[in-house]
């Protein structure tokens, strides 16, 4: 199968937004093509009111959906209730690993542990051999997070000029520092104003660590958006 037909998409199984699958229900609308194959019913999505809207979708364009894990038969109401029951599964399967995670996250956090996420630049996570880590001070990060506030409150430089000053010295950023290999996105000593705006608000860099100081809430324009912070 030529790569041109393949559509892989990095992003949650809940969302239908996802640029890849758009781009295959375009030619699906199109009718430029005749089949979609997928592995599994999850794969199309993870909601089974979605796993029926394109269901019905592919069905009205005349293009056949088949998924490999399912065998290959007649339209029946027994096949039908089959692939509405694995929908219902895959639905509750997430669920439950959406509050097995959080119930982690929250033992962790009880437990004194540094609940995860990203370590904030100067923070090192270390982990635990047991369970759970801490953060460590970086040296060398450290006396780069100083100076930025020096900057700031004793400078009297905006987030703009520290932005434009760091990237004119090429200083790695914490992303440089803590991602590697093709998921880069910008080139080193790239500084964005919003990097610079969350260090200097984070409380973390006086002593306090908050877990669950936020929470998600999703676009009620589009409930497949991915969540934004309240």
């Given at each position: 199968m030529p790569d041109t037909h393949v559509f892989v998409?990095?992003?949650?199984?809940?969302?239908?937004?996802?640029?890849?699958?758009?781009?295959?229900?375009?030619?699906?609308?199109?009718?430029?093509?005749?089949?979609?194959?997928?592995?599994?019913?999850?794969?199309?999505?993870?909601?089974?009111a979605h796993q029926l809207l394109l269901s019905e979708e592919f069905e009205q364009a005349g293009v056949a959906l088949h998924m490999v894990t399912m065998p290959a038969s007649d339209k029946t109401p027994e096949t039908q209730l089959l692939s509405n029951v694995r929908g219902i599964i895959a639905e509750y399967e997430r669920s439950k690993i959406l509050e097995r995670t959080r119930r982690g996250l929250d033992g962790r956090a009880k437990a004194g542990f540094v609940p995860g996420g990203t370590a904030p630049l100067g923070y090192p996570y270390v982990k635990h051999a047991s369970k759970g880590g801490h953060y460590e001070i970086c040296p060398e990060e450290a006396t780069l997070?100083?100076?930025?506030?020096?900057?700031?409150?004793?400078?009297?430089?905006s987030i703009n000029a520290i932005a434009q000053q760091?990237?004119?010295?090429?200083?790695?950023?914490?992303?440089?520092?803590?991602?590697?290999g093709p998921s880069r996105k910008m080139s080193t000593g790239t500084w964005q104003l919003?990097?610079?705006?969350?260090?200097?608000?984070?409380?973390?860099?006086?002593?306090?660590?908050?877990?669950?100081?936020?929470?998600?809430?999703?676009?009620?324009?589009?409930?497949?958006?991915?969540p934004r912070i309240a």
């Open positions: 998409d990095d992003y949650t199984g809940t969302s239908l937004n996802r640029p890849q699958f758009t781009r295959l229900r375009d030619l699906v609308h199109q009718r430029l093509v005749q089949a979609v194959i997928a592995y599994d019913l999850d794969r199309l999505s993870r909601k089974l997070v100083q100076r930025i506030f020096q900057m700031y409150v004793q400078s009297g430089f760091l990237t004119r010295e090429r200083i790695p950023t914490q992303s440089d520092r803590r991602t590697h919003s990097s610079i705006f969350l260090m200097l608000t984070n409380e973390t860099y006086t002593g306090t660590l908050y877990y669950g100081k936020t929470e998600s809430s999703y676009s009620p324009n589009n409930p497949d958006k991915r």
